[in-house]
Each structure stands twice: as structure tokens, then as C-alpha cells.
């Protein structure tokens, strides 16, 4: 079974700090995404990213946010200057959106829980 | 603007009882519907997609039928065990959002044993 890959599963920071959180997609999949769940709420769509740029974003999606693809393997969203409210559980996901099989499924990473002290 | 909502919130059930949980959707030009299992404090597990194409999806003990006509789809879990315990939650794309899933705020199941 492929799986989506995100690291750390727990980061801790201070108010203010900047934070890089982790994600290894799917080897032959294109199409990548970021959501979010704050503690008991609906998960959120944040951003999504397709052929080494951002396809859509939601409004939450600010300033303070950025993603990139470093290299061929890893897909990475950055928080420039951490809030209070930014603490939440990110979701790493991924996709291919043709070809047979499981086209459309997105496969979802385990999560990284962020703190903001 | 597309809105997914779900009922119950929550569920309790005795073990081997068959249940459904219900997905309803505001924008029924939908692409697909994906449901997932979440456990307290855990990721999202996929557990069935249903394309705009389809009517229902099935594995195992599991069947998600859709009607995109009437905006909405239901989750069938048959001989519930006390493993299924966990928040459901179902995810639409469609035209108003993209290829980007709107989540519902979950069924949260208890199966007891």
C-alpha cells in the first residue's frame, strides 16, 4: 500500500518562529496538497500544487504560508511568522489525476501536529 | 460555495449491529466523494472514493452509495465490530471547489462490545 510520509509528527515552537513541516508524496503522483485541522474542527483546504506551482488556495492560505518542492521527493509548507492560531494538525496529501486505478483518490499523511506556544 | 454536512455527530452501537451514516452535499455538481476513518489523534484513512460516474462503491464490509441528484451519499457498514469505532468523515470535490475536498465535520462512531 503507498503511503504519503510527513515529518516531524509533533513540532513544538514559539509564537513568531518560523516553521518548515515536511511531506514525501507518493512516487508517480503530481498533484499535492496541504490541510489543516484545528482541534475539533472540520479539516481545512489550505493549498494545492501541480507541476512545481500552486493550482488553487483557500483564504487561509496568506501571506505568512509558502510551499515548494525542493527536489524530485519531498513537498514542504512553510510558516513564516508562527500565531497562536496556526496550531493545528497538517495534513500532507497526494494524487494522481490520470492514468487507471485509484485516479482521484487522495492518499493523506499521517500529520504533523504544530504547537504554538 | 460547497457545504458538507453529516449525520449523526455521533452514534453508539452494540457490536454486530449493521449501521449507516449520512453525507449531504449543497453543490451536486460533484466530481468525487471520498469517505475516510480518523482516529483520535491519528491521519486520514481512505476508505471508499465514488466517482460522479458512480452509484456506489463497495469493500468489504463497507458500501458508500451516491445520489448526486438529491446531494447526498451514505456510508454502510455491515456487522459492526468494536475496531470501527473512529470519526467518519466524508469529502466532496465539484466545480464550486476545485479539485480540492470540502470535509464534513464527521460521524464520530462508538461500537460497543
Known amino acids: 500500500e503507498p503511503e504519503v510520509t510527513q515529518t516531524p509528527s509533533h513540532q513544538v515552537t514559539q509564537m513568531g518562529q518560523e516553521v518548515i513541516l515536511r511531506c514525501v508524496p507518493i512516487?508517480?503522483?503530481?498533484?499535492f496538497y496541504w490541510y489543516r485541522q484545528i482541534l475539533g474542527q472540520k479539516v481545512e483546504f489550505l493549498v494545492s500544487?501541480?507541476?512545481?506551482?500552486?493550482?488553487?488556495k483557500s483564504e487561509i492560505f496568506d501571506d505568512q504560508f509558502s510551499v515548494e518542492r525542493p527536489d524530485g521527493s519531498n513537498f514542504t509548507l512553510k510558516i513564516r511568522s508562527t500565531k497562536l492560531e496556526d496550531s493545528a494538525m497538517y495534513f500532507c496529501?497526494?494524487?494522481?489525476?490520470?492514468?487507471?486505478?485509484?485516479?482521484?483518490?487522495?492518499?493523506f499523511g499521517a500529520g504533523t501536529r504544530l504547537s504554538v506556544l | 460555495k460547497q457545504e458538507v454536512t453529516q449525520i449523526p455527530a455521533a452514534l453508539s452501537v452494540p457490536e454486530g449491529e449493521n449501521l449507516v451514516l449520512n453525507c449531504s452535499f449543497t453543490?451536486?455538481?460533484?466530481?468525487?466523494l471520498q469517505w475516510f476513518r480518523q482516529d483520535p489523534g491519528k491521519g486520514l484513512t481512505s476508505l471508499l472514493l465514488?466517482?460522479?460516474?458512480?452509484r456506489e462503491q463497495t469493500s468489504g464490509r463497507l458500501n458508500a452509495s451516491l445520489d448526486k441528484s438529491s446531494g447526498r451519499s451514505t456510508l454502510y457498514i455491515a456487522a459492526s465490530q468494536p475496531g470501527d469505532s473512529a470519526t467518519y468523515l466524508c469529502a466532496v470535490t465539484s466545480r464550486k471547489s476545485g479539485q480540492n475536498f470540502v470535509f464534513g465535520p464527521g460521524t464520530r462512531l462508538s461500537v460497543l462490545p
Open positions: 465514488i466517482q460522479s460516474s458512480q
Open positions: 496529501a497526494s494524487t494522481r489525476l490520470s492514468g487507471r486505478g485509484d485516479v482521484g483518490i487522495q492518499y
Open positions: 512516487s508517480n503522483h503530481l498533484y
Open positions: 453543490d451536486s455538481a460533484i466530481y468525487n
Open positions: 500544487f501541480y507541476n512545481n506551482e500552486i493550482s488553487e
